[in-house]
């Protein structure tokens, strides 16, 4: 994966436990509000955990390179 671009997003919340999963969906829905950079889309296709991610860009490459 060199020479490619890559970010994360994450949220995080600390608090009340009844009070955790409305607060995290207030912040995404403000994060997610406004428009993305250039050229980025977010699919669930995108999503997976950082170790996943980790794991995958490890794999070695099949073009050869």
Known sequence: MSGQAWWTLGFEAIGPASLLRSELDATAALV????????????????????????????????GA
């Open 32 to 63: 997610f509000a406004h428009p993305l950079p250039a050229g980025m889309e977010l699919g669930s296709n995108d999503c997976q955990s950082y170790a996943q991610w980790l794991t995958r860009s490890q794999a070695p490459s099949d073009t």
